[in-house]
């Protein structure tokens, strides 16, 4: 039983105001005094985590029961079972409703004191917010969002802890604010731990991954190389014809099935799918799974662009001084400037053009096979597909099936008729 499922049943409690406003002033005091003993069984032997001050004029202890327990009698000995500490939660959850912070400075403090308290205490509101406050939490979602991508506004005890409560609080939310908020933070914190609650898990964003299939990246010998022969501006300048004249398109599919990575690609041309093609990669069979960051190899592109233009001008102005009639240095020039604009083509298309878009590409490298790389990818879903992908990996039941199929591996190819 959560906090969450109390709501609707307290909601015609006769006492209901009352009994909300006690558990917010206790647990409001508690949080800053930071008692962690607060609603808890045993006592850190600091004094009570409760004083009878807290309790309204007029509320008798016969007022305070519930079908749940006595919200007195909990405060006063500690929550003895899971039902009690939803009860205080859900109570405190409610008091919100009726008395909601009253700007941004205040939101942020009383979320603050919610993360605290879920975290330290038996105390966890923060489940119950969608069920008691609906879209009018919106506010305190934000706040507690903040509290991961805005580090200098935590208290200085804030730490690991209560940064892994706010981000699963933010993934057991229903609400939409909570989402977008999640996926705020998820772009910036980096530990692996807060990642894994804020990421979108794949049935969140769908089954699958599309993009388009994409040249596995090159090392920086074969780019050199590529580069030096104009072949690296030939072949790029027939895929913009291909793409643009003759509406080449090879578009892609990647996701996460129960026997491994499943690739699903194609070849159209006109219009016409020329070929059809299925791969299934055992999880036995992966190598290595990459989603390529922003501008990958930009350091190489850059400095071959900086050594063709540097030894172009800096030799041309030595020859210039010796040359003999005969030479023609204005087409060893523009050899040169179509040496950079393979580069700067290469990696546009590669690389930027997906970068400026905001997209990212995968790169897939089996034990056995070619390399498939898959570029024009949202890059949360890319991160959602590989971190379900590593707990999958992780699983010893996965492991096994994956040691079961590690000889075999799946593929079906049809070609439509051209």
């Given at each position: 039983?959560?906090?969450?499922?109390?709501?609707?049943?307290?909601?015609?409690?006769?006492?209901l105001?009352?009994?909300?406003?006690?558990v917010?002033?206790?647990a409001?005091?508690a949080?800053?005094?930071?008692?962690?003993?607060?609603?808890?069984?045993?006592?850190d032997g600091?004094?009570?985590?409760f004083?009878?001050?807290?309790?309204?004029?007029?509320?008798?202890?016969?007022?305070?029961?519930?079908p749940?327990?006595?919200?007195?009698?909990?405060?006063?000995q500690?929550a003895?079972d899971?039902?009690?500490?939803?009860?205080?939660?859900?109570?405190l959850?409610?008091?919100?409703?009726?008395?909601?912070?009253?700007?941004?400075?205040?939101?942020?403090?009383?979320?603050?004191?919610?993360?605290?308290?879920?975290?330290?205490?038996p105390?966890?509101?923060?489940?119950?917010?969608d069920?008691?406050l609906?879209?009018?939490?919106?506010?305190?979602?934000?706040?507690?969002?903040?509290?991961?991508?805005?580090?200098?506004?935590?208290p200085?005890?804030?730490?690991?802890t209560?940064?892994?409560v706010?981000?699963?609080?933010?993934?057991?939310?229903?609400?939409?604010?909570?989402?977008?908020?999640?996926?705020?933070?998820?772009?910036?914190?980096?530990?692996?731990?807060?990642?894994?609650?804020?990421?979108?898990?794949?049935?969140?964003?769908?089954?699958e991954?599309?993009?388009?299939?994409?040249?596995p990246?090159?090392?920086?010998?074969?780019?050199?190389?590529?580069?030096?022969?104009l072949?690296?501006?030939?072949?790029?300048?027939?895929?913009?014809?291909?793409?643009?004249?003759?509406?080449?398109?090879?578009?892609?599919?990647i996701?996460l099935?129960?026997?491994?990575?499943?690739?699903?690609?194609?070849?159209?041309?006109?219009?016409?799918?020329?070929?059809?093609?299925?791969?299934?990669?055992p999880?036995?069979?992966?190598?290595?799974?990459?989603?390529?960051?922003?501008?990958a190899?930009?350091?190489?592109?850059?400095?071959?662009?900086?050594?063709?233009?540097?030894?172009?001008?800096?030799?041309?102005?030595?020859?210039?001084?010796?040359r003999?009639?005969?030479?023609?240095?204005?087409?060893?020039?523009?050899?040169?400037?179509?040496?950079?604009?393979?580069?700067?083509v290469?990696?546009?298309?590669?690389?930027?053009?997906?970068?400026?878009?905001?997209?990212?590409?995968?790169?897939?490298?089996?034990?056995?096979?070619?390399?498939?790389?898959?570029?024009?990818?949202?890059?949360?879903?890319?991160?959602?597909?590989l971190?379900?992908?590593?707990?999958?990996?992780?699983?010893?039941?996965?492991?096994?099936?994956?040691?079961?199929?590690?000889d075999?591996?799946?593929?079906?190819?049809a070609?439509?008729?051209?």
């Amino acid at each position: 039983m959560d906090s969450a499922s109390l709501i609707e049943p307290l909601l015609g409690h006769p006492h209901l105001e009352a009994l909300a406003s006690l558990v917010r002033a206790s647990a409001i005091d508690a949080s800053l005094a930071r008692r962690a003993d607060y609603a808890a069984r045993e006592r850190d032997g600091r004094g009570p985590a409760f004083g009878r001050g807290h309790v309204p004029e007029g509320l008798t202890t016969e007022d305070a029961d519930t079908p749940y327990g006595n919200v007195l009698s909990v405060l006063e000995q500690g929550a003895a079972d899971e039902e009690q500490r939803a009860l205080l939660g859900a109570l405190l959850a409610l008091s919100i409703k009726h008395s909601p912070p009253a700007d941004d400075e205040s939101t942020h403090e009383f979320a603050t004191q919610l993360v605290w308290l879920a975290a330290h205490t038996p105390c966890d509101a923060l489940s119950a917010l969608d069920a008691a406050l609906g879209s009018h939490a919106d506010p305190l979602w934000k706040a507690v969002a903040e509290l991961l991508t805005e580090p200098q506004l935590l208290p200085a005890d804030f730490g690991y802890t209560e940064a892994l409560v706010a981000a699963a609080s933010l993934r057991r939310s229903t609400s939409e604010t909570a989402r977008e908020q999640r996926s705020v933070a998820a772009a910036q914190v980096n530990d692996p731990a807060l990642l894994a609650l804020l990421l979108p898990r794949a049935e969140e964003l769908g089954s699958e991954l599309l993009g388009e299939v994409q040249p596995p990246p090159r090392g920086p010998l074969l780019t050199t190389l590529l580069a030096v022969t104009l072949l690296l501006f030939l072949m790029q300048a027939v895929r913009l014809i291909g793409r643009y004249a003759f509406a080449y398109r090879r578009p892609a599919a990647i996701r996460l099935g129960p026997q491994g990575l499943e690739l699903s690609q194609r070849i159209e041309l006109m219009g016409r799918v020329l070929r059809d093609r299925a791969t299934i990669v055992p999880l036995s069979n992966l190598s290595r799974v990459t989603r390529e960051v922003k501008y990958a190899r930009a350091g190489l592109y850059v400095g071959l662009s900086a050594l063709t233009l540097g030894t172009y001008f800096g030799t041309g102005f030595f020859v210039d001084g010796v040359r003999v009639p005969g030479g023609s240095w204005p087409l060893l020039g523009l050899a040169v400037l179509f040496v950079v604009a393979g580069l700067c083509v290469d990696f546009v298309l590669s690389t930027g053009a997906d970068a400026l878009r905001g997209r990212c590409r995968v790169v897939v490298v089996p034990r056995r096979g070619p390399t498939v790389c898959v570029g024009s990818l949202d890059p949360q879903r890319a991160d959602s597909l590989l971190s379900a992908l590593a707990e999958r990996a992780r699983s010893p039941a996965s492991a096994a099936e994956a040691g079961e199929k590690s000889d075999s591996a799946a593929s079906s190819e049809a070609a439509a008729p051209t």
